[in-house]
């Protein structure tokens, strides 16, 4: 392995990384610097985030810069205004000892006056997010005439962020004859598209194969049904304590919702997602830097460049609809030779798609087994010793306060105090896991019930008929009738929201099947027949409610006024519909 200095990093900048723990070149660096440094034009470097990529473009492009000259010289673009703020803070930590160099981030949501301001004063290194610069552009307050290198960092994110348009109109303000430097975690097409429009034969440096998760990243998966995946989550985020990371979802609506969720139960979460403001985005990222957050709950275009050290877990709350996406949610962990988990938390009908995602990393997911609540106990009581015995005690402070103290105590045995202090931190957990059953795993292969749903789904598409066959509802759930569904503008989010509107406490509502005139859900036995009372006499979107229990809801039937056969509707459509609709306004005079 080389050293900095036999890379050829000159003395001054030497100085600088080294003050900041610098000591080997990684495999990055190690392949990128040398040719940069040699003026080779091209270059498109594939590795993972967290590798090191800054330094490796950071490094030789301070070194070419002309001091003398207060113009750009180099372009750095990156996808959001965090990567930003990172990239150029590591710049001016590696200029350190560099006097006149200046370099300036440039991103929205700041003054775009104080920008100018700082443009006119002169700047050799420009880190800009493209939607930002096209604006200084535009106001023609920015000359990129001088520039001799352009990075695109994390090029694929700025793609699948939009800003493709935004690069080529960036990229017809430089000079044809600067080098180009493309950084990216994965090479889709577009990536391609660039390199052959932009890039003059380009050297391509790959680090691991071509879209390969990190070496340092375990990826594990936990199988359940989908009613279960909260659950699920809770088990792993008090499974370990110390935990620290990000946990992904694919909607701004589930990212808010489950942040929510782990607030309302005692965890240290947050949010990060579209339809925060920037400063609510801004104050939620400090937070979380500074690990007064240990959860946070975030969908994958506002979680993109972020750059967070010593993340512990990345957690998918299911698996990404673009299976690229996945690469960037994993490198997220394991970073800067750290280790790292990447956890999926799934249900039997995404095991293709997971399939699909070990032939892109190279690596095969664990099956991990959703911890007991004896298993968490035990954990969170030895992470709780250790915590106890590695406390830092400052014997001044609290040497006028400990006569009182012993006092109080002194009827206490030595076991006896132990215990209460044990019992303090961990009573929450106790109490919630003592009865707590085990959550069920499903199977590997869909169950008949999963596969005759999956073709009901279908079929109702196919025809917009209501064809879903009769189903058994989940052991411990019954199953109810309503007569609304698609045609009055219902989806699962709204079924839950109308629901609990109602029933007091809230109820656990488990699976859902829409139809277009009427749906079929479930809850907890137990809750069954107080969400009947609950939705009597309602009205949605002014009709009449009606909830019953289906056949085969697995309901002692007590305080119903009669069971809804599903199979009246397995292929009735509107006219099964309407005639029991009648049936149901006789019995109900």
Known sequence: MKTFEELGIAPNILRAIEEM????????????????????????????????????????????????????????????????????????????????????????????????????????????????????????????????????????????????????????????????????????????????????????????????GSNNVKHVYYMVHAKDKYLALKRVADYYPNIYGIIFCRTRRETQEIADKLIQDGYNADSLHGDLSQAQRDYVMQKFRIKNIQLLVATDVAARGLDVDSLTHVINYGLPDDIESYTHRSGRTGRAGKTGTSIAIVHIKEKGKMREIEKIINKKFEEGTIPTGQSICEKQLFNFVDQLEKVKVNEDEIASLMPSVYRRLDWLEKEDIVKRIVSLELNRLLDYYRDAEDIEVPTGRFSKDEKRGERGDRGERRSGGDRKSVRTAEKGYSRLFINIGRTDGINPATLMGFVNDFVDNKVRIGRIDLMQNFSFFEVPEKESNKVIKSLRNTEYNGRRVVVEISQGGQSNGSGSRGNRSESRFSGGGDRGRKGSSDNRKSRKR
């Not at 673009?77 to 001016?92: H, N, S, V, Y």
């Not at 949501?109 to 050799?124: F, H, M, N, T, Y």
């Open 21 to 212: 723990g610098y000591e080997n070149p990684m495999p990055v660096q190690e392949e990128v610097i040398p040719y940069l440094l040699d003026e080779v034009r091209d270059v498109i470097a594939l590795a993972q985030t967290g590798t090191g990529k800054t330094a490796a473009f950071g490094l030789p492009v301070i070194q070419s810069i002309d001091i003398k000259q207060k113009v750009p010289q180099a372009l750095i673009l990156c996808p959001t205004r965090e990567l930003c703020l990172q990239i150029a803070g590591d710049l001016a930590d590696y200029s350190k000892y560099i006097e006149k160099l200046r370099v300036l981030p440039v991103y929205g949501g700041s003054s775009i006056e104080s920008q100018i301001k700082s443009l006119k004063r002169g700047v050799q290194i420009i880190v800009a997010t493209p939607g930002r610069l096209i604006d200084l552009i535009n106001r023609n307050t920015v000359d990129l005439a001088s520039v001799k290198y352009v990075i695109l960092d994390e090029a694929d994110e700025m793609l699948n962020m939009g800003f493709s348009d935004s690069i080529d109109e960036i990229l017809k303000q430089v000079p044809d004859g600067r080098s180009m430097l493309l950084f990216s975690a994965t090479m889709p097409k577009e990536i391609a598209k660039i390199t052959r429009k932009y890039m003059h034969e380009p050297k391509e440096i790959t680090i691991g194969r071509k879209n390969e």
